[in-house]
């Protein structure tokens, strides 16, 4: 694997932010449920999105991608009713692709689901609300096998916690079933909200999404429809957390503010200046900032996706700031990383106990996944002299054209690729 290698920069200027790609997986994935073509504006190009066209096409789906102008189109019927190892290995949200497929073939089989080294991430949610729907589900040799079954006229499926890839996957698969499905206790992020208005665009009819309860009503057949794809939130926080780590200020554009607001509270306790447009957001940094307490939770909370970068920020922030992970409890592997860059920090359960230090200190760190591994780039701009960060072809599977974003806002960096391309 390849290496990028930072050097001490502040940040400044602006920077546009591409389509969710926790919004494009899903919404591909639901291209299934139709053989007419659907059309999605704005996918961003990333090793993710590329995985899933290659599941889309392995599964017999037409997918034409120009992806200067970021439009997806996807068609054809699904005609393989298996998703190889190599594919599902790579992704975690590959395991969304199994529902539709076992709804348009009647039977399908998908390995396991691999993904970000985030801790243990079961889908027994998913198994658990597929088999209420009716399915048949079958485990061997590390393969899931499903076969659709009969559903009961009325059915309530009660997550135990609020997983956004269940919600996802439960509510694309009861489209197509008949009766009506709730789901309660649903997670309520803005890319379920997205997927719900494709579906509905789909001919499905699909209501609640946003809050905690989704209702389904089963219809015969979606078809084709166009859907642009709404803009990249945690990719703007990333960026907005950068800028101001680094002293900086500046305008993150293409943003939907309110899908932020915990981000922004955060920011704005902390001291830094955050003025919220109608499609952008404009940060300052105060030069220097107090201590926070975080709490990361489901949406509307502060989200797991920004939990390493906060901590980068609040690294240097005066005083003693705490973050408590508890959505993904063991998603802390890049603190050992920024101890070795002279952060000061320890873990107490999922608590992260932050004291604020002056500076931090180029290193060579490690890239453990993708979100970690843009907050240890952050923490090269924010460290004196260079850091190198390895591993680093993580970031581009959730960060489109990550390194050209990052010049354009002053940032000096430059990637060393190990084998795999920078896309
Ligand atoms: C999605 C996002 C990911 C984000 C996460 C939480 C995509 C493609 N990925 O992942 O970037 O970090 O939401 O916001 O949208 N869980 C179970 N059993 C299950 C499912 C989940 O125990 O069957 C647990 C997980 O281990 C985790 C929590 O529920 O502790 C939340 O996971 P979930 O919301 O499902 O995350 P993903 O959908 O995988």
Not at 86 to 98: E, Q, W
Not at 297 to 308: H, I, N
Not at 322 to 351: I, S, Y
Not at 355 to 370: F, H, N, P, R, S
Request: proline content about 5%; hydrophobic content about 40%.
């Amino acid at each position: 694997m390849g290496s990028i290698v930072v050097s001490k920069s502040v940040l400044s200027g602006e920077v546009e932010v591409s389509g969710a790609k926790n919004s494009a997986l899903p919404l591909l994935a639901a291209t299934i449920l139709t053989d007419e073509e659907v059309i999605l504006n704005k996918v961003p190009h990333l090793a993710d999105v590329e995985t899933m066209f290659d599941i889309l096409r392995t599964l017999g789906k037409k997918v034409q991608y120009d992806r200067d102008s970021g439009v997806a189109r996807v068609s054809g019927a699904v005609d393989k009713a298996h998703v190889p190892y190599d594919l599902v290995r790579k992704m975690r949200a590959s395991f969304n692709v199994m529902g539709p497929l076992t709804v348009m073939l009647g039977e399908a089989s998908t390995p396991l689901p691999g993904g970000c080294a985030i801790g243990v991430r079961p889908v027994d949610y998913h198994i658990e609300g597929l088999k209420k729907l009716g399915f048949e589900i079958f485990f061997e040799h590390g393969e899931i096998r499903a076969r659709v079954g009969k559903k009961d006229e009325f059915v309530v499926v009660h997550l135990p916690f609020p997983s956004v890839g269940a919600t996802e996957h439960i509510m694309s698969v009861a489209t197509l079933l008949p009766g009506t499905t709730v789901i309660e206790n649903a997670a309520m992020e803005p890319e379920i909200v997205d997927l719900q208005d494709l579906l509905n665009k789909m001919g499905a009819r699909v209501r609640g999404a946003g809050t905690s309860k989704i209702i389904v009503e089963g219809v015969e057949k979606l078809h084709g429809c166009e859907h642009t794809i709404i803009p990249d939130r945690i990719e703007a926080g990333t960026y907005a957390i950068a800028i101001l780590s680094t002293g900086g200020e500046g305008q993150v554009k293409n943003v939907v503010p309110e899908h932020l607001d915990a981000l922004w509270s955060v920011l704005e306790r902390s001291g830094a200046y955050v003025k919220r447009g109608t499609n952008y957001v404009y940060v300052k940094s105060p030069g220097k900032w107090h201590a926070c307490d975080v709490n990361v939770l489901p949406y509307p909370g502060f989200p797991t996706d920004l939990q390493p970068q906060i901590v980068v920020y609040l690294s240097t922030a005066q005083g003693t700031s705490t973050v408590t992970e508890n959505v993904f409890k063991t998603r802390f592997a890049h603190v050992a990383e920024l101890v070795r860059m002279g952060a000061n920090m320890k873990l107490k359960d999922n608590t992260l106990i932050i004291e604020g230090v002056e500076k931090l200190q180029g290193a060579t760190v490690m890239g453990t996944d993708l979100r970690a591994t843009a907050a240890l780039v952050i923490a090269g701009f924010v460290a004196e002299g260079s850091t190198e960060v390895t591993q680093v072809e993580h970031i581009f599977r959730g960060y489109e054209r990550v390194i050209e974003k990052f010049r354009g806002l002053g940032g000096v960096l430059e990637y060393r690729p190990g084998g795999v391309p920078e896309i």
